[in-house]
């Protein structure tokens, strides 16, 4: 059974990001862009460990890069433009 990630880009204010592209890989990419209030998920994952990352063209996020290692199908993460 696919398992997923999830997560909120935010700026510097704590405010959701929108139309922001994040992606994990882990082997292939896979893809989610962000709805009006941040929010993302990226869907159809194996168990695995992933890269999870913001577009570059998108700025300067802290963290960069996490690592997400899905054992129970589901992962939530947070990240933070730091402009």
Known sequence: MPGSISGQVTDANGAGLNDIAVQAV????????TNSQGNYVITNLNAGTYAVSVAPTAGVFA???LSVTLKQWTAGLKTTDRR
């Open 26 to 33: 882990s082997g292939r990419p896979m893809r989610a862009k």
């Open 63 to 65: 963290p960069a890069t």
